[in-house]
Nanobody, 124 residues
Framework: QVQLVESGGGLVQTGESLRLSCAAS????????MGWFRQAPGKEREFVAA????????YYADSVKGRFTISRDNAKNTVALQMNSLKPEDTAVYYCAAGLSPIWSPRPQSYDYWGQGTQVTVSS
């Protein structure tokens, strides 16, 4: 069982930055592909970014490419999402997810464990 706890959400203005963090309880954190997803009210959960087990490969949704950066620290069991140039359409609850699949995926169904989410609100 893996427990994931997100932090760092908040209220910012358009163009500002936020850094989300996710702490994992897994003893073998490096065995998991890690992802960030988000869900806005009335919308389905959508992929934001993912990072491979080693941290050498990263993947992004087109909507955040060039603005968001995902990173991980396997020694500290953490994954982060640096969000720059935030827009009102980035407003959502952001979730950290961990997956055992050997191949990364943007599908929420491919991830085995989820955090409780952290709210990000970007005002215009």
């Amino acid at each position: 069982q893996v427990q994931l706890v997100e932090s760092g959400g908040g209220l910012v203005q358009t163009g500002e930055s936020l850094r989300l963090s996710c702490a994992a309880s897994a003893r073998t954190f490096s065995s998991y592909t890690m992802g960030w997803f988000r869900q806005a009210p009335g919308k389905e959960r959508e992929f934001v970014a993912a990072i491979s087990k080693s941290g050498l490969s990263t993947y992004y949704a087109d909507s955040v490419k060039g603005r968001f950066t995902i990173s991980r620290d396997n020694a500290k069991n953490t994954v982060a999402l640096q969000m720059n140039s935030l827009k009102p359409e980035d407003t959502a609850v952001y979730y950290c997810a961990a997956g055992l699949s050997p191949i990364w995926s943007p599908r929420p169904q491919s991830y085995d464990y989820w955090g409780q989410g952290t709210q990000v609100t970007v005002s215009s």
